[in-house]
């Protein structure tokens, strides 16, 4: 049989195997409800508080401040929602490169997108002149999910700081809080809310080795907001519901197995990473790499290929056995190019001959060379 | 000089098979989907990016070029539109009949010759003869019944492979030539509505229908009905009126928003021994006195032999030989000679 490669990191990641074996129990013996009061019980409650720990641990977070939610999407509604119908009548800012979890949700309020530049990172100037004393959160992503740029995360927070004293100065009592979707970012870089100076951060179990449906809200103490799902009251009467036991068991070790590698595997996947670029330039000179190369995480790789159907292109290496996507899974639709590219100044005719590669733990030197190989041997004999 | 023939390719295993088969034939194929409808309907999702990635997927395979040809506008316009306007008025439109005639071989037929087609292919089950249309080999399967309001100067330009081919056939071509779409299910119903029913559609259309009375054949009131326009003549009917024999519609009044029910299924009035016809179209040439013909009055429906017809104007007259059950206003009747589809028209 031969060999498969994939090669869309940052669509799914394969579930560790640590993570299935610390979930196992919790569909088995331990499969109580964490909420009762009995014995095996109060040992599921335990093995949750100790998951939660352990996230805030990685965050440098108290443990109330971790809200479980079901996947990225949910937290980053959470984070949305909760904040705006908080604060009713107030506005908000996003980059214009945010997860459609965040900008969809966005366009239900008084609203306003950021914009990026060629490379794909957030004009911090722009996105300030769209701040005004009634703009009460502002979201822009650690690091994107189409073209990797890491974005400046800790440079929009002091801006917000300085704002934030201007305001308790002239008597505004609106306050100006920081949300940063965290998703791609997990693996490889520092997640302390401090250091980053965020009030809300949403991860994602799915993207970090861990079971998909499976994420967390951060949110600061003192931060209000409304819950998306009222019921049972768990979760800090943020996010009813019984809890994922396992999930959320899987999430924190998968967070755990990241957190703690993330520096090796950045290095190792920066070397992959520059290697495929110097491969790209030397076997398809006509490549243009889309994204920041400084700012950009060590697994993505986004390049159009001038005249190069992407779709087809797709196929055929799917048939090779290379799976990789066009942009976004989230819309792998035909005609839709990325709101992401357009928001870059790439144009829909580019952004149709563009791919993505996303590499992760399983990618060797070798694979990136065999799918650079393959990818020029479909360009010279099918197009 | 090899002829330059763009397939409609609907992400269907038909049409795959369409499209492989010319190619083998020496054709220069160009695979083209159309898109007619993105529109996802409560409880239905429109799969139009996922046929639209299947029937590209193939074109790979088949290393063809291929296009995308929008033309929801016009797929709007001239069949949702006409369909929602008949249904209004108490009939019951074929709305497969107006997208063949209006966007497949006549929209999709100039726009392929605009941009350099000799001509175009589908993967109808009919076949095509000289500029006659003849009905598929497969009996199961013949297509024609929607044919019938297509042009003699459009089927000239037009291919219909698979018309020679029984189903199963198509599939093993497909499997052999391991397509991607050779195990996908065939789709059902109206595409753009699919399972959830045209009720639903028409719905959200046209907004909530008034109530009104069913009367059966004593002309007592049996029950209440949500819509007269979502009964359809010689439809068998529940009624949620509790158990007891089944009722079928015999006839609707609009204007007063009664539907007319019977359980006698041999009542005269859901049975017709005489046909009129409106909006009369000819593939070639008008059916001639002294020759024998059929009609169909239903897709896949048995044919029927006619005994003697009248033709005035737009207005066909038809008498047959035996009686035939619940024809309903708004559907095509479609006329043969022997295996050839004269033309056909809409009942009154």
Redesign the interface.
Known sequence: MKKTIYLDYAAATPTDEAVVKAMIPFFNNLFFNPSATYSPALEVKRALTEARKKISFHLGAKPEEIIFTAGGSEANNLAIHGIMTNYSGKNLVVSSIEHDSVLEVAKNYDYKEAPVDHSGLVIIDSLFELVNDETVLISVMQANNEVGTIQPINEISKRINSIRHKRLESGNLTPLLLHSDAAQAANYLDLHHSKLGVDLMSLNGGKIYGPKQTGILFVKSGVKLKPLISGGGQESNLRSGTENVAGCIGLACALEIAQENRKAEYTRLSTIQQNGFSLIKDKLPNAVINGSIKKRLPNNLHITLPDIDNEKLLFLLDSAGVYCSAGSACSASSQKPSHVLGAMGISDQDARNSIRITIGRQTTQSDMERAIDLITEIITEKF | MTKKVYVGMSGGVDSSVTAALLKQQGYLVTGVYM?NWSQDLPGHHCTW?ED??DA??VA??L?IP?K?YDFEKEYRSLVVDYMVAEYEAGRTPNPDIMCNQEIKFKLFLDTALADGADMIATGHYSRISDGQLLSGLDKNKDQSYFLYRVTEKSLQKSIMPIGELEKPKVRQIAKDLHLSTASKKDSQGICFVGKVGIKEFLESEIGPQKPGNIVDQNGKTISSHEGSIYYTIGQRHGLNVGGGLPYYVTSKDMKKNEVYVTTDLDSKSLWNKTLELTDIHWINLPPQKNAKYRVRTRYRADLIDIDSFELTNDLLKINLKDEVRAVTPGQSAVIYENDRVVGGGIVI
């Open positions: 898109k990016e639209y990635t590209k997927k790979t395979q290393d291929f995308l």
